[in-house]
């Protein structure tokens, strides 16, 4: 793994996965959050946003986690060697996210975007999450096929799988 794309909904546990995807195999971590957003929840400008994602993308080696612009998604999709999409049912997502937000109230989220809190946009948040779901999964999962032979696809679909894999990134 040099290239790998962590990507699915909200609350699924990428975070922590990434983390140790990049312990075990030495990958610089990138979150699109921090390029998508700007100090109180304000858009990056797209062109800013593609310029950053392009550097990153085109570096030898890298693990970026997140959405971002389907375009980027697209791209990221391409360049990559590795693609793992957490993938849980939705109340997982709904409820995983919940208790993040709920603890950022006390100690904040040191990996959310930076001048961001994380309170305030609980329901604008939940409103995406059902959205990414209903929408964008099936539109994933068919660019997520159509890349079967260019790339390693691991599809994360409960928590005990997630766990499993987070304790041997192979």
């Known amino acids: 793994?040099?290239?790998v794309m962590v990507i699915g909904n909200a609350g699924g546990g990428?975070?922590?996965l990434c983390q140790?995807?990049?312990?075990?195999?030495?990958l610089p971590y990138h979150a699109i959050d921090q390029i998508q957003w700007k100090p109180n929840w304000l858009a990056t400008?797209?062109?800013e946003y593609d310029h950053q994602h392009h550097d990153l993308i085109s570096r030898d080696r890298w693990l970026i986690d997140g959405y971002g612009s389907w375009d980027s998604v697209e791209a990221r999709l391409r360049a990559c060697d590795t693609i793992i999409f957490v993938d849980h049912p939705i109340h997982i997502h709904y409820w995983w996210a919940t208790k993040r937000q709920v603890t950022s109230?006390?100690?904040g989220r040191p990996d959310g975007p930076e001048g961001c809190r994380m309170w305030p946009v609980t329901i604008r948040l939940f409103r995406m999450m059902?959205?990414?779901?209903?929408?964008m999964r099936p539109k994933l999962l068919t660019a997520i096929r159509g890349r079967q032979?260019?790339?390693r696809i691991i599809h994360i679909k409960s928590p005990v799988e997630l766990r499993r894999f987070a304790r041997n990134p192979v």
Not at 20 to 26: D, P, Q, V
């Open 130 to 135: 059902w959205w990414l779901h209903r929408d």
């Open 14 to 16: 990428k975070s922590t």
């Open 105 to 107: 109230l006390f100690f």
């Open 20 to 26: 140790a995807i990049c312990r075990k195999h030495g």
């Open 149 to 151: 032979r260019h790339a």
């Open 45 to 47: 400008p797209k062109a």
């Open 1 to 3: 793994m040099t290239r």
